[in-house]
Each structure stands twice: as C-alpha cells, then as structure tokens.
C-alpha cells in the first residue's frame, strides 16, 4: 500500500487506501474537494465512524443559497452528491435510500460543510490528524467520489501528493483552516445537504421510486432524445406552476415521457417500451 510520495489511483496507490491507513478512533478529517458523493462515504463508512470531527468544503459552488437563479454548473455539483458518472456500478445495486439515510445521520453526529459562494478553489485537499499528534496531508485533485478515492474506473487522472511529514502537513492544515474561517468566501450548507439526502431515503410511493431508478439507469438515453424547444412549442409545459415547482430528475422523466408519447402515439406505449428494454437488457 503507497502511501508516500505521489499517488495516482492505478499503479501508485488509491487516495482511499492512504486515508484508511492514517484514519484512527478519534482522527480529525478535514477535506476540501469539488464533489461529495454518497458513495465516497460508502467506501469509507467504516473508519469514518470512529472519526471525532469531519470538516469540508465543497470548492465549487454547491447547496448555497442565492438570489440568482442557479446556472448548470452549481446543478450539477449538487446532482454528484447522488453519484458521478463512473458510480453506475454503485446505482444499479438500488441501495442509493439506504446510503443515504446512514450518511443523514452520520453527518448529523459528525460532520461540518461548508461551500464557497462566488469562485472556485483549485485541486483538492485532504488533512487527517491523530489523537497522538501525527497527522497526514494529500493535495492534488481527487474530488471526495469513489473513482476519486480510486475505487472506481475513470477516465480522468487524479496525481495525488502526500505530505507525510509534520511540518508541510501542518502547513497545509493551516492553509484549509485560513480557507474555512473565511465568512466572505464561505456558506454553511450542511442543512440544505441534509435536505437533499431526505428526499432520497424519506419514504416515497413505489412509482416515485420506480421512476427515479429509471432516471438515474437512463438519464443519458433520455437526454440524447430530448428537444426542449419543439416539446415547449407543442405543449407548453415548460409555463407551468407545476413544471417548475418539479426537481431535475422529475423534469427530466416528463420530457422521456412526452418523447415517447410524441414518437409512439399514447401513453399506453410507455409501458411496452418499457417492457421491451427490460427484455433485451436481460437476455
């Protein structure tokens, strides 16, 4: 197991591994990265509840509140915490309820969150320090995902340095404490992540359910099919109280719907489509 010198999640080490390895019973975690995912924390549930304290900031915007209508790029920050791109192993196990209702409560019991407002911080940063004074720091660019702890394949390269001695990572450590007392740049946003993870493990009814799982299996089918401006054209639900009081995995199973809808003739087609792809996927 690597953990000196420079990390790269294949042959040199995984940034999971190092932190198992430093993370003790009453470990202080300090992070700061792009991204936090439900299944960063499944990867690390078990060192992360015997931690004392766990602090991190997200370092693009995520779950702030602002008087500007929200662009894409905070969007889909906030959409990472239910799982990346490459965490598609992760969601077909449909377990995402569960993940998230133990990741509520351990944040509850442990955690701090806070993201900057109006700019971006460049790389990632984590910080682990001991009850017995050692202490641990890695910089690089692994946002806090698991392809970014190295549990998952990606295409994208996260060289991670570690500062195994006690001066640079007390620097570094002085560096994120300079970063989190900074009121200007930063906002509380541990409530608001709350928010979202109850949406995920509340009770739902089974079609809810049901259609969020579809979503998050094929989102990207029904992104490729979509055409906003033509469906705006002919039903004009996109001037709805409804439509805009729906969230974007909702909004996105409308458009499939009305697609289908569009291409098939009725509603009833749905459910053979349906029925079809289910057949194919597992033969």
Do not use: C
Request: aromatic share 12%.
């Amino acid at each position: 197991m690597k953990t000196k010198g420079m990390i790269d999640n294949r042959q040199n080490g995984l940034v999971g591994d190092a932190l198992k390895a430093h993370i003790t019973k009453s470990s202080k975690l300090s992070i700061a990265a792009a991204h936090f995912t439900l299944y960063a924390f499944a990867e690390l549930k078990k060192e992360l509840a015997q931690i004392d304290e766990f602090r991190f900031i997200f370092t693009e915007p995520a779950f702030v509140s602002s008087d500007r209508p929200l662009n894409e790029w905070v969007k889909k920050n906030e959409a990472a915490l239910y799982g990346v791109e490459e965490e598609r192993k992760y969601k077909i196990e449909l377990n995402q309820a569960y993940i998230a209702r133990e990741l509520a409560k351990w944040l509850k019991q442990k955690a701090r969150v806070k993201s900057v407002v109006n700019q971006r911080i460049q790389g990632s940063l984590y910080h682990v320090r001991n009850e017995d004074g050692s202490q641990i720091g890695l910089i690089g660019g692994a946002p806090f995902s698991s392809p970014g702890l190295g549990y998952s394949n990606s295409s994208h390269f996260y060289f991670t340095h570690v500062l195994d001695d006690q001066d640079s990572s007390a620097q570094l450590l002085r560096q994120f404490e300079a970063i989190w007392q900074d009121e200007q740049a930063l906002q509380d946003v541990k409530e608001e992540m709350l928010r979202r993870l109850e949406m995920m493990h509340r009770e739902h009814p089974p079609e809810l359910i049901y259609f969020v799982t579809l979503y998050h299996l094929f989102k990207d089918f029904l992104k490729e099919g979509t055409n906003y401006e033509t469906l705006q054209i002919r039903t004009g639900f996109q001037n709805t109280v409804i439509w805009n009081k729906l969230y974007d995995f909702q909004r996105d199973a409308v458009i499939g719907a009305i697609n289908k809808i569009e291409t098939y003739g009725d509603a009833s087609s749905l459910t053979v489509l349906g029925s079809e792809k289910r057949s194919k996927r597992w033969r």
